[in-house]
């Protein structure tokens, strides 16, 4: 949490704020004692800034509000370099991109979250007259005048996207012998939803245990993470028992195989959230989960030819009922433009024809031979009040063994946009639902 400005020069910095400020922002940080102000000074005041952090790491409040660790203005190159967390890697920025992110009440609409303005900004960046930094945010003073203001979170959203997450924790049995869980009442404050976040983003599956068996419940938790994706054909809430529809095999009593859903749609939905109303009686609709980004990286050792032909070559899927015929084209395993795995789409009960090409069809018979090997397998047998959240575009999930006719198993369920990035806390009232 230090203070920087710029000055005529290749690049310069400088701590332009006086103590008592630094000492005042350091002091708005909840997790900082009394007895460490005491022994503040201009030569301590870093050292009393990572303690902060490290304060506030510890409480779960790092990831939410990190200050912009250091901000400086390369006059020879108009850009400027931002370290925006103290965890973070330095980034260069040019001056124009930066300007363009300014969100001032002229540049930025506050109640849309869109920019003012309605075209590509044309012709060079002014340069920074000064810079300053708080715990929450970065302001710009251009030579011409205008002032820009940014927040710590937007900026960490619009530069470094998904790059700022948890990165991904591959599992198989072996490695993983249950999921990663937690208790619903650890929801009622928003380290225990930046929590489930997080196990979201490293392993892809988080259970809560001990939720009310009610819809209200579900809906909450789903809340905390993002909006609720809605489906034509099967509504936003589903009811899944034995009969309620007929228009999926998940309604049916067969044994389900390893999967991921809505590969028909152009949009698949990220998450998936399943809250145990009823088990089955007969111990039998055993969930079983894939981590399907370890399955890839497995495949990729063994044939990397295979493991090229599932990423560059479509697979088509489809849905029809009496209201709906779609039809839609996916990679098995779908690469981001730097070429990072980011998505598998796999469902044979959904897959419309074959491929025509045989090498695409002998890497897909591969990769549905490794997915059957129990190796992968994290079979989890719910109970009443669980909730089993996953990544839907990362795991495959299964229902293994045949359920008997009229069982009890009743899980409630609803799809999910990908987590957003402020952690909220259930209402207070929300463990009596």
């Known amino acids: 949490a230090a203070w920087f400005c710029t000055e005529a020069g290749d690049k310069h910095k400088c701590q332009g ?27 301590s005041l870093r050292s009393i800034a990572a303690v902060a952090h ?26 400027f370099e931002l370290q925006l967390h103290r965890e973070a890697k330095p980034m260069m920025l040019p001056a124009l991109v930066l300007r363009d992110l300014c969100q001032c009440e002229i540049c930025w609409n506050p ?18 007259k000064s810079i300053s930094t708080s715990a929450s945010s970065l302001q710009v003073v251009w030579t011409d005048g205008h002032t820009s203001r940014f927040a710590t979170s937007d900026l960490q959203r619009f530069l470094h996207g998904e790059g700022d997450l948890p990165k991904p924790l591959f599992w198989d049995r072996a490695s993983l012998a ?8 650890e929801l009622a404050e928003a380290t225990g939803t930046q929590a489930l976040v997080h196990q979201l983003h490293t392993h892809g599956v988080c259970v809560v245990r001990g939720a009310p068996v009610t819809v209200q419940a579900a809906e909450a938790v789903g809340e905390l993470l993002g909006a609720k994706r809605d489906t034509s054909m099967f509504g936003t809430i589903w009811d899944l028992r034995v009969g309620a529809l007929d228009n999926d095999s998940a309604y049916s009593v067969d044994e389900i195989k390893h999967h991921t859903d809505g590969c028909y749609l152009p949009q698949r939905p990220p998450l998936q959230l399943l809250h145990c109303i009823q088990p089955a009686a007969d111990s039998t609709g ?38 709906h015929d779609i039809v839609a084209e996916h990679p098995v395993l779908q690469l981001d433009l730097c070429g990072d795995l980011v998505a598998v789409h796999w469902n044979n009960y959904d897959r ?54 009229g069982s009890p198993r009743h899980f409630v369920g609803f799809y999910l946009d990908m987590p957003i990035r402020t952690p909220r806390a259930l209402p207070r009232d929300a463990a009596s639902w």
């Open 178 to 185: 249950e999921p990663p869980q937690m208790s619903y009442t």
């Open 111 to 128: 109640q849309t979250h869109q920019r003012r303005g309605s075209h590509v900004p044309t012709g060079e960046a002014p340069k920074a």
């Open 286 to 323: 055993v969930s079983s989960l894939i981590d399907g980004f370890a399955v890839a990286h497995e495949l990729r050792r063994l044939d990397e030819m295979a493991y090229d032909m599932l990423t560059k070559h479509p697979v088509s899927y489809q849905f029809q009922d009496e209201r």
């Open 17 to 43: 704020s006086t103590r008592g400020g630094l000492i005042a922002a350091l002091r708005d940080h909840s997790c900082l004692e009394a007895s460490d102000m005491a022994c503040a000074n201009m030569s």
């Open 352 to 405: 419309a024809a074959l491929p025509r090409d045989p090498a695409h069809v002998t890497a897909m018979r591969l990769w549905d031979s490794l997915i059957q090997e129990e190796r992968w397998h994290l079979d989890i047998q719910l109970q009443r009040g669980d909730m089993l959240i996953i990544d839907n575009l990362r795991l495959l999930h299964a229902r293994k063994g045949r359920l008997v006719p």
């Open 54 to 79: 490290r304060r506030a790491i510890a409480l779960g409040l790092g990831g939410r509000r990190r200050p912009v660790h250091s901000a400086s203005f390369n006059v020879n190159q108009m850009s």
